[in-house]
């Protein structure tokens, strides 16, 4: 029911397909991109394997499956122009254009400022120790399935919270009786779930991290799905698996819970896209998890042109 309808409303407002390369010589792996073509979206592109492709910045190298996966930024500009260049020397340039997110700002009131930041040195310390495990943990990387098995939702409740969102909070520190204002954007899919509810691999990878106690995400879990994505589950009560646990899509990672800097029960998943070429992680940032939710249906069932220039060196 929920994919159904996160499928309804992307189609709304999304193109899925861009039409292959141009002049691409008899007999060669034709490329070609499509994906969630919004910002916020992912960009899947096809082609020769060992071909270089560029997005901007970023440059990747596809392997024998000839894949290579863009993330597409919340604020990414339209259109965006990718090129890519095979081992033989052809080169080629592709246009997508990218749908506009229409995001809400929103206002939390009354709440518990150490929630929103570490305040005291005991929190304080926490945070930065959880946040340097986080950060190991998102610097490995390891093959997996990437999009090409899809994604289903991780947990059975309906969606509380949206990509996307920015919020201003405004409260008090129980802790400090000092009070708070902080804008951030929401960087993930927010399902609400009692305690105890499964939590199940939207697809399948490797577990980077299963940490019980972080301070802003309490239990967690990192899936590296390969090619770059990673998913991150928060809040959790129980962990089922361990670091280098290989599962697949469906299998069980743990429960539901209302753990770190929550304000109920209930599970946040995010999905970062980081490029698996690039050295440094600064570059890395989150995507929308609805749209990989309908990335599937929308490549088997809908195509629609772009614009394509090739030339050969």
């Known amino acids: 029911m929920v994919q159904d309808l996160l499928f309804g409303l992307f189609m709304a407002w999304s193109g899925l397909w861009v039409g292959e390369a141009a002049g691409v010589p008899a007999g060669a792996t034709p490329a070609s991109c499509h994906g969630a073509l919004s910002q916020g979206g992912l960009l899947v592109c096809d082609g020769p394997a060992g071909a270089t492709w560029q997005m901007s910045s970023e440059t990747q190298t596809a392997g024998v499956d000839g894949r290579v996966l863009f993330g ?20 080629s340039q592709i ?11 929103r206002v939390i009131e009354g709440l518990e400022c150490d929630k929103v930041d570490a305040r005291t040195p005991e929190q304080i310390e926490h945070a930065g120790r959880s946040w340097v495990t986080k950060q190991a943990a998102f610097e490995s990387f390891f093959e997996g399935p990437g999009v090409s098995e899809g994604f289903i939702v991780p947990a059975t409740g309906p969606p509380s919270s949206p990509f996307g969102p920015e919020r201003k909070y405004i409260g008090m520190s129980a802790e400090t009786g000092e009070p708070c204002e902080k804008v951030s954007v929401h960087q993930g899919y ?21 940490d019980p106690d972080l301070y802003y995400e309490g239990g967690s879990v990192f899936l ?3 090619q770059g994505l990673v998913s991150v589950f928060m809040h959790m009560s ?3 698996v361990a670091v280098g646990d290989v599962v697949a899509q469906g299998d069980t990672l743990g429960e539901t819970g209302n753990t770190g800097r929550t304000t109920g029960p209930h599970l946040h998943w995010s999905v970062k896209w980081r490029n698996p070429d690039r050295a440094g992680r600064e570059g890395d940032f989150y995507i929308d998890p609805a749209l ?3 990335l599937e249906a929308e490549v088997s069932t809908t195509e629609t042109s772009a614009q394509t220039d090739a030339s050969a060196p």
Do not use: C, K, M, N
């Open 95 to 105: 246009r997508v254009e990218i749908a506009d997110r229409h995001d809400e700002f």
């Open 224 to 226: 590296d799905h390969g």
């Open 72 to 91: 597409l930024a919340r604020g990414a500009a339209s259109p965006v122009e990718l090129q890519y260049e095979t081992a033989a020397g052809l080169s």
């Open 190 to 210: 927010d399902i609400a779930a009692p305690v105890g509810t499964p939590i199940h691999a939207p697809a399948g990878g490797t577990v980077i991290l299963a």
């Open 238 to 240: 129980a962990l089922d």
């Open 292 to 294: 990989l939710l309908a």
